[in-house]
């Protein structure tokens, strides 16, 4: 494409952006799960974990579309 950057610096754009999604994903999991176990009075942090672990599981899966597509092209680039 003309016009965009297709280098290094991009790639380490994209891998530094990693750990935000990872981290975000597992935030955004707990959250949900703390508000659905007030608002179902849960008894316990069921929900609040099982969201931990679904968001986990959406950080990783994540992580490894961004690898393949770093893997692919070798900078990122589509």
Known sequence: MAGRYRGPIRAIGMAGGLG????????LGALLGHYL??????????LTLAGILIGIGVGFREVIVVLRRLGETGDGST
């Open 37 to 46: 176990d007030e608002r179902w009075d849960t008894g316990g942090p069921w």
């Open 20 to 27: 935000f999604v990872l981290g975000l994903s597992v935030v």
